[in-house]
């Protein structure tokens, strides 16, 4: 089933909900910083296996403590999705579990 693109108020809607997330060249993104390389990376592969579950990638930037995400679907010429706002929710979800601000 096609995904279809989401409104501009109804991106903004999801992003009131969102906090530390943005409309940024068409994508939603965010970063996060952590305590160290580490806790950075072990988030990282968390992000990618709820990536996995959902069937949906984001941009995935790994740095010495910071870990950003770019995301936005493919099938939907690049728009932003009710996908990349679940793919948001959960990221935002784990965040807090890894120590990440």
Do not use: N
């Amino acid at each position: 089933m096609p995904v279809e693109p989401l409104s501009s108020q109804e991106i903004e809607e999801h992003l009131a909900a969102l906090p530390g997330w943005s409309l940024d060249a068409g994508r939603l993104t965010r970063s996060y910083r952590l305590g160290s390389h580490f806790a950075a990376t072990a988030m990282v592969v968390h992000i990618a296996q709820v990536q996995e579950e959902l069937d949906h990638h984001s941009d995935l930037t790994l740095g010495y403590d910071t870990v950003a995400l770019a995301v936005h679907t493919h099938s939907a010429g690049g728009a932003v999705t009710a996908k990349d706002v679940e793919l948001a929710r959960r990221v935002e979800d784990l965040a807090a579990g890894h120590g990440a601000h």
